[in-house]
């Protein structure tokens, strides 16, 4: 193995340069080509009349007075493609490019020679970059590069990225070596352990070093407090466990930036430790733990921030004021104190003190009440304080105090009576959240009409009520996206007239009336509309299924009717919901062009003729329902190519004809349902409902036991007459079996008892016999999951097994007659009313005479 990497590295390194003639090398080039065709990268375009000029293609540099390769980015080539597989990089294709100064590996997901345990290096004479591929061999356990030359290789200014590869620790060791490292980019490497071996200690050059995302444990490594260059430090999302106090940290007197976010540092509120640090600019904090330490709360800091940042950090009821060093910062452009639960007002004086703040982000505490100094003029432009508890009215004034918002969420509070119509005057405002609050009356028109800025509005779940009416005269040409879901609105939709440039807009769940006007047709960037749940009646416009950009198209529950227009060509439309109307027709071809189609609920309409064989076209078709239509016919074999689905529901129609076997995989090819049947791995149906089927021939396909991801089957109301699969206990996921109202016979399988998943079993009315099995959740299960077969007998029905059945009696099926005239049924449910075993067996027997001529094969 030594020898072989010897020979690699060695031979090639030796190889004298072939020198091209101009531009690229014709020796690079094919290096390059060979590099190209290893990685299968996608980013080297063959850039049009360059193909013999390397030099010119995308991620190479080429130094122009040699033509030679310099710079090689391969940066971030593999992820796209590939997904986080790691691959190897044989080292040896680099080794033409002799002037190579700069190599980007990161975010490549870079194994490495796998094998690889040993690699002496020792006395050659290496170039800087070997030191980027010795990193992503992770086998290497002994690395030999004394004499190596290395130090010095690299430039003092020199930055090495690795980051998001799969590094192993020795890579900290190799790191090591390179003392003239100044900036050092480590993250998302899979580094792991602690940092007291391989410390870093050489590099006290380091200007910026970034270990952030990965698994580093332990205490910060003491030497660290060599490393006094350095600016950047970023070490969140490890698992660190330190004393700030005690740690390096604290003799870090260059820092300006310093992570330490996601770890399990020990830090107090004053940030006391940190203190001197005059330089600091950035300071995260996030996801951490705070410990209050009032008795430094009076200390100065050294340092003015400009972003602060310390979300889900504090314990419950940790008040503000603890941050000593809080009351001392002026200079702040950023601050999130998000999801700390901090109790109280909210604390304005941080806005006063902090008059350049930008971005204040203070939702999911519980502050109760927003009150600004009357006369007071804050220029903070974001503000985000939703998800508190604050509560009132939003005042006139609130609005002359943030004159320059331009975002603004107040959402998931107890904000209540009125919505000030001066927000729609608040010139810079474009963003305007101010949902899930209890906000009553009239939207004020201010916030819609065409002097309004807002390009985002939401005012969902609130009880606002009222019709909108907007002046005829005004074009508002900002509003992008309209949200007034879930309140109790009125009048028409004529408003809309007046906003058609909306790419959403969501009324759902109002009491919205009148017709959908032919406008919403001109509103040519709409992609997402929901009407849903309104008072809506008439046709829909059939210009709505033209519109180039719409995805997403949700009617349902309204009075629509008439039939969908036959020119329905809606090519970006995935989801479809118009169930819930009144419509009708035929579906002959109104969707067929309509490939993307994920969901498509047609559900309890009056839309007749049969099941469209173009369904079967919807490759990426997930949900199908036509529920409760009057279609008929037979179920078109065509369904059967769709391998997304995972739920079909056709119940309530006339159909009728054999259930289709193909219900099992649908992994078919051409045509054909009932030829192969493979298990794939992308293929699952996770409910299936057909009930009522008008099934003749009877049984239930076996081969849907494939469908192992299945969590509900329903296939009651049907004329399923054979016994019950016993494959079904394949189904390991199913939660609901309902095959009630059938004419299955036979046992129920004693297998079904291992479906730990199964919450609700109904074989109701059905001719089953024998036994009922009573292990494992089975136990749960009451009477009526087996109400209405007369020959099952044991818990939790109340015949004994011990008096019933010949399994095999052949009365059951001729007792089918009377089970589907519908009195018998009824009959079979009053023992359990009356509680009278008696007369439940007379009154079965009698049954059985008067409408089975065979009866007397029956063996009570
Ligand atoms: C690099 O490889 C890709 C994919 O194999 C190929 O499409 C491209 O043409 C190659 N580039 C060059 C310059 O050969
Ligand atoms: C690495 O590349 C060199 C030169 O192209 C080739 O000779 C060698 O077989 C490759 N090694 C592996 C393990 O693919
Ligand atoms: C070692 O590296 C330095 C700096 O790159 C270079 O000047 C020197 O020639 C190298 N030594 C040898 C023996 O190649
Ligand atoms: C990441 O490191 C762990 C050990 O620390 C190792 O088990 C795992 O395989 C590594 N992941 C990859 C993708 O190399
Ligand atoms: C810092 O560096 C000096 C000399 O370079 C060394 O003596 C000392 O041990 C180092 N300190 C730590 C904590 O590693
Ligand atoms: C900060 O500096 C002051 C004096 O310069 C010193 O007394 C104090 O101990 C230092 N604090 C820390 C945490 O190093
Ligand atoms: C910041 O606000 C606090 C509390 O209101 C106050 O005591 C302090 O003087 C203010 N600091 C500055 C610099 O304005
Ligand atoms: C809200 O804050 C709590 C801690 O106070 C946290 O546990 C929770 O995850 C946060 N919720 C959200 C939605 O951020
Ligand atoms: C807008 O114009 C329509 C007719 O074009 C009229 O019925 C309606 O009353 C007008 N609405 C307003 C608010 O002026
Ligand atoms: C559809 O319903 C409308 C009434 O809403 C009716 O006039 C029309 O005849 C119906 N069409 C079909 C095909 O049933
Ligand atoms: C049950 O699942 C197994 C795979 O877990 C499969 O081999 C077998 O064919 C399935 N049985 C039926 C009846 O589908």
């Known amino acids: 193995m030594k020898n072989k990497a010897l020979w690699m590295l060695v031979v090639v390194w030796g190889i004298a340069c072939l020198c091209g003639s101009h531009g690229c090398r014709e020796q690079e080039r094919i290096a390059l080509l060979a590099l190209n065709a290893t990685l299968d990268l996608i980013y080297w375009m063959d850039i049009e009349g360059s193909y013999f000029n390397c030099c010119s293609w995308e991620g190479v540099e080429c130094n122009p007075t040699i033509g030679r390769v310099t710079q090689l980015r391969l940066s971030s080539l593999r992820y796209n493609r590939f997904g986080s597989n790691t691959w190897y990089l044989n080292a040896s294709l680099l080794l033409p490019f002799k002037e190579l100064k700069s190599l980007e590996l990161s975010e490549n997901y870079l194994g490495g020679l796998s094998q690889l345990e040993v690699l002496d290096l020792s006395s050659n004479f290496l170039d800087h970059y070997i030191i980027s591929v010795l990193g992503t061999i992770p086998s290497i356990r002994h690395l030999f590069l004394q004499d190596s030359n290395l130090s010095g290789t690299l430039h003092v200014n020199e930055v090495l990225d690795l980051s998001s590869n799969f590094l192993n620790h020795i890579i900290l060791s190799v790191l090591n070596t390179i003392p003239s490292l100044w900036h050092l980019f480590l993250q998302d490497s899979n580094l792991s352990g602690t940092l007291h071996v391989n410390g870093l200690c050489n590099l006290i050059k380091l200007e910026e070093l970034d270990l952030c995302i990965n698994g580093i444990t332990g205490g910060l490594p003491t030497c660290w407090r060599n490393m006094t260059s350095i600016r950047i430090l970023n070490l969140a999302n490890n698992e660190f466990t330190d004393s700030v106090a005690s740690s390096p940290l604290t003799s870090l007197a260059s820092l300006e930036f ?146 320059y918002l331009d975002h603004l969420n107040l959402s998931a509070n107890r904000l209540e009576e009125n919505i000030p119509s001066e927000l729609g005057s608040i010139k810079s405002l474009y963003s305007l959240d101010l949902s899930r609050n209890n906000f009553s009356r009239g ?59 909306l790419k959403l807009l969501d009324i759902s769940n109002n009491s919205f009336i009148g017709k959908l006007p032919r406008l919403i047709a001109n509103m040519s960037y ?21 519109l180039g950009e719409l995805m997403y198209l949700d009617l349902s529950y309204n009075n629509l009717s008439g039939s969908l ?42 839309f007749s003729g049969s099941i469209p064989y173009w369904l079967g076209n919807l490759s990426e078709l997930s949900i199908l329902s036509l529920r409760g239509n009057c279609f008929i016919g037979t179920f078109p074999e065509q369904l059967c190519s769709l391998k997304g689905l995972s739920m079909i529901d056709l119940s309530k129609n006339n159909l009728f004809g054999p259930l289709p076997s193909c219900l099992g995989p649908m992994n078919f090819d051409s045509g054909g349902c009932a030829t192969k049947v493979t298990s794939t791995p992308y293929y699952r149906v996770d409910a299936i409902d057909l009930s009522p089927w008008r099934y003749f021939n009877g049984e239930i396909p076996q081969e849907i036991a494939i469908l192992q991801d299945m969590l509900m089957l329903n296939l009651s109301h049907n004329k399923l007459n054979e016994h019950i699969p016993m494959s079904l206990w394949n189904l390991t996921k199913i939660e609901s079996i309902d095959l009630s109202y059938n004419n299955l016979i036979g046992s129920i399988p004693e297998e079904l008892t291992q479906l730990n998943s199964l919450e609700i079993f109904n074989v109701s009315y059905n001719d089953l016999s024998g036994a009922i099995p009573n292990k494992n959740q089975f136990g749960a299960f009451d009477e009526s999951s087996y109400y209405g077969n007369h020959l099952l007998c044991g818990l939790p029905l109340s015949d004994d097994c011990s008096k019933t059945i010949n399994v095999n009696c052949s009365a059951t099926k001729s007792c089918m007659k009377a089970k589907e005239d519908g009195w018998f049924s009824k009959i079979v449910q009053w023992p359990n009313n009356l509680g009278s075993l008696v007369l439940h067996f007379w009154i079965m027997a009698g049954l059985c005479f008067f409408s089975c001529p065979l009866w007397f094969l029956c063996t009570f």
């Open 565 to 606: 227009a036959s020119s329905f060509i809606s090519h970006w439309l995935s989801h479809i919901h118009l169930n819930g109307n009144k419509l009708n027709g035929t579906l002959a071809h109104v969707l067929s062009e309509s490939f993307n189609l994920v969901t498509l609920d047609l559900s309890e309409n009056e």
């Open 443 to 501: 939207l004020p028109s201010q916030l819609l009409d065409s002097n309004s800025s807002l390009i985002d509005l939401k005012v969902a779940y609130n009880k606002l009520q009222g019709a909108i009416v907007l002046s005829n005269h005004t074009m508002n040409l900002n509003l992008s996206r309209l949200h007034l879901g879930y309140n109790m609105f009125t009048g028409d939709l004529s408003f809309l007239s007046s906003i058609v440039n």
């Open 526 to 546: 709409l992609v997402v509309l929901d009407l849903s749940k309104n008072h809506l009646d008439g046709l829909i416009p059939q210009e709505l299924f033209n």
């Open 258 to 403: 310093l992570s330490i976010s996601g770890n399990h540092f020990n830090i107090p509120s004053s940030l006391g430790p940190l203190a001197n640090h005059s330089r600091l600019k950035v300071l995260l904090l996030d996801d951490t733990k705070l410990t209050v330490d009032t008795k430094v709360a009076s200390l100065i800091p050294r340092f003015q921030l400009k972003v602060f940042t310390m979300s889900n950090s504090l314990s419950k009821g940790f008040k503000v004021t603890f941050l000593g060093c809080l009351n001392h910062q002026y200079d702040l452009r950023m601050m999130d104190l998000s999801s700390n639960d901090i109790p109280g007002p909210f604390p304005t004086w941080l806005l006063e003190n902090n008059t350049k703040l930008e971005m204040l982000i203070m939702r999911n505490n519980s502050f109760t009440t927003l009150e600004v100094p009357s006369m007071t003029r804050f220029n903070v432009p974001v503000m985000d304080i939703s998800n508190n508890d604050i509560r009132g009215g939003l005042t006139t004034e609130f609005c002359a105090n943030f004159p």
